[in-house]
Nanobody, 123 residues
Framework: HVQLVESGGGSVQAGGSLRLSCTAS????????MGWFRQAPGKEREGVAS????????YYADSVKGRFTVSLDNRKNTVYLQMNSLRPGDSGMYYC????????????????WGRGTQVTVST
């Protein structure tokens, strides 16, 4: 069965960096869209970044453009999220998610989810 396992979260000061990893298993890492989402306490889950595994297509939320970079290593079935210039507002639980095929509408169609990794950014 499909498994998504996130790692790399932690606590950093504002302006710092973290790199999250999500290793996938149980399916072939092609023709799928891998997304990163986050959820802060009391807030709705929001899409952060996504990457299509069969091409060069990436997508970012406006709030992270220029600071976050999503990348894939298809040989390792792993998707990364490099987060730079972190802000306290970036704090939350970060989740990796899978959508089969390419995503037609931003942040929709994700059916498989990891358990998340916590990111805390302090001032």
């Amino acid at each position: 069965h499909v498994q998504l396992v996130e790692s790399g979260g932690g606590s950093v000061q504002a302006g710092g960096s973290l790199r999250l990893s999500c290793t996938a298993s149980g399916f072939t890492f092609d023709d799928s869209d891998m997304g990163w989402f986050r959820q802060a306490p009391g807030k709705e889950r929001e899409g952060v970044a996504s990457a299509y595994t069969a091409g060069d297509s990436t997508y970012y939320a406006d709030s992270v453009k220029g600071r976050f970079t999503v990348s894939l290593d298809n040989r390792k079935n792993t998707v990364y999220l490099q987060m730079n210039s972190l802000r306290p507002g970036d704090s939350g639980m970060y989740y990796c998610a899978l959508a089969w095929g390419s995503v037609c509408e931003a942040w929709s169609g994700y059916t498989e989810w990891g358990r998340g990794t916590q990111v805390t950014v302090s001032t």
